[in-house]
């Protein structure tokens, strides 16, 4: 079993920057891939980025060049940079990954004020 815990979240004007953090439990964190999603209030939750387990990210059209995605293997720990943050990007931010089953952390706030 996984758990994640993610952190980071706040207010932050248009322009700004913020880092998330999403720790997981376990030993198998080396060998899985992590992803970011976001759900925006009214929206469906939407792929933000993910990394594999050999550190290759990918992203939506709509962050790419803004936001980066990296893991540390040695702290189980997934990041997301997000830089020039826009209004559109507030959200509630979930960790995911999948190991025989969906995990998914309970979010984080990112609220972006114009």
């Known amino acids: 079993q996984v758990q994640l815990v993610e952190s980071g979240g706040g207010l932050v004007q248009a322009g700004g920057s913020l880092r998330l953090s999403c720790v997981a439990s376990g030993n198998i964190f080396s060998a899985i891939v992590m992803s970011w999603y976001r759900q925006a209030p009214g929206k469906q939750r939407e792929l933000v980025a993910h990394i594999t387990s050999g550190g290759i990210p990918n992203y939506a059209d709509s962050v790419k060049g803004r936001f980066t995605i990296s893991r540390d293997n040695a702290k189980n720990t997934v990041y997301l940079q997000m830089n020039s943050l826009s209004p559109e990007d507030t959200a509630v931010y979930y960790c995911?990954?999948?190991?025989?089953?969906?995990?998914w952390g309970k979010g984080t706030l990112v609220t972006v004020s114009s």
């Open positions: 995911h990954t999948w190991y025989r089953v969906d995990y």
